[in-house]
Every structure is written in structure tokens, then in C-alpha cells.
């Protein structure tokens, strides 16, 4: 049985992270968010894996964040953020006041996308396509991503119900680790392997 190895690892900051808008897909890292990534890849060289495929959401924040850990990524569709159609930029506060049955929808259904994007469970099932194409692969794998695509891989290796993945927080720059055995997932935890 072959086995991946598969690391999930949060872009820096961004502006629209910052400031907890929706989507921000074409913003690249901002200054915290660089110089953050960059100190991470000297004090860390465990992430630093230059002949581990890596792969990453096409968004520029991903992608530089990528560069300043010292990967060279390959652009991936898959992986890249939730399509949050008309709230694209806006905040969740401006949303709550200007549409706030529409945000409460969205907030308590999976499978709502009153933004006219993608839904919650439509970006898991496009994002759990691709970590079960994957798991087949026998080989150490680099993902650079957004949270939220993180948060709902997470809940799809594991088999978790939809409504955990808003209980999960991913901090910019934070890594996942997944094992990929057979037809499951493992979760681990703790200090990164000596391999």
C-alpha cells in the first residue's frame, strides 16, 4: 500500500484578511504577510522542501507565499478560494447589514450560496475530489491554500459532518498535515517527522 504525504499550509496575510472581507483572490501577500512567510522559511526549514512537489491555489497570495518558503509552485484550480459571487471584497459586517437573512442563510446552510457564488459544500466537494485524487499518489506533497479551502479538506479527510468545519480556525500560515493510506485520511499532530 502506497502512502502520501500530504501538507496543507495557509498563505500569509493578505488585506482582505486582514480585514476579514470576503474572497480577495487577486490580492497578493501584504507586508506583515511576506516578511511573516519569509521569517517562517529560515526559522522552520521543514517547510522548506524545494524537491517535494508543491502545489498551489492560482491566487497571488498563495503563490508568493509559496516563493518566500522557498517551494516552487505549480497552480492548481482545485485549491483555489470559495467564489463568494457578489460579497467578493465586502465585509462580514457590511454583508450583516446590508443582507443579514442572506448571511444568516449563508451561515447556517452548507449548501446555501445567496452571493450567487459557490456554497460551502460545493467547495468541499471540489476540494475533497482533489485530496482523494491525491491520496494515490505514494509521494510527499506540498498544498499552499486559503483557510477556508483548509478548513473544509480537513473535514472531508476525516469524515467529519459539514457544520465542524466552522468550529475550525486556520491561521495564516498554519500547516496541516494528512496521511493518505489506503481509502482514509489520517490527521497528524505534533512535531514533523524525521523522513
Known amino acids: 500500500m502506497t502512502t502520501t504525504r ?7 496575510y493578505t488585506a482582505a484578511l486582514r480585514r476579514a472581507r470576503f474572497g480577495g483572490a487577486n490580492e497578493g501577500l501584504d507586508e506583515g504577510g511576506r516578511r511573516a ?3 517562517l522559511a529560515s526559522a522552520e526549514p521543514d517547510r522548506r522542501e524545494p524537491l517535494v512537489p508543491c502545489l ?11 516563493d ?8 492548481e484550480t482545485a485549491l483555489a478560494d470559495c467564489d463568494y459571487g457578489d460579497w467578493t471584497g465586502r465585509s462580514l459586517e457590511e454583508v450583516g447589514v446590508e443582507q443579514p437573512q442572506a448571511l444568516r442563510t449563508w451561515l447556517s ?18 476540494v475533497g475530489q482533489w485530496l482523494d485524487a491525491q491520496r494515490g499518489r505514494g509521494e510527499r506533497i506540498v498544498a499552499v491554500t ?3 479551502v483548509i478548513r473544509v479538506a480537513v473535514v472531508h479527510a476525516l469524515g467529519l459532518p459539514m ?25 497528524r499532530l505534533g512535531a514533523p517527522p524525521a523522513d
Open 6 to 12: 500530504l501538507r496543507l499550509i495557509a498563505h500569509g
Open 37 to 39: 512567510a519569509l521569517a
Open 56 to 66: 498551489s491555489s492560482p491566487a497571488p497570495a498563495a503563490i508568493e507565499t509559496a
Open 68 to 75: 518566500a518558503l522557498g517551494l516552487s509552485p505549480t497552480a
Open 109 to 126: 446552510s452548507a449548501d446555501a450560496a445567496p452571493h450567487g457564488g459557490e456554497s460551502v459544500l460545493a467547495l468541499r466537494n471540489r
Open 146 to 148: 486559503h483557510p477556508m
Open 163 to 187: 457544520a465542524v468545519f466552522r468550529q475550525l480556525d486556520v491561521e495564516p500560515l498554519a500547516m496541516v498535515r494528512l496521511t493518505g493510506h489506503g481509502s482514509r485520511w489520517q490527521l
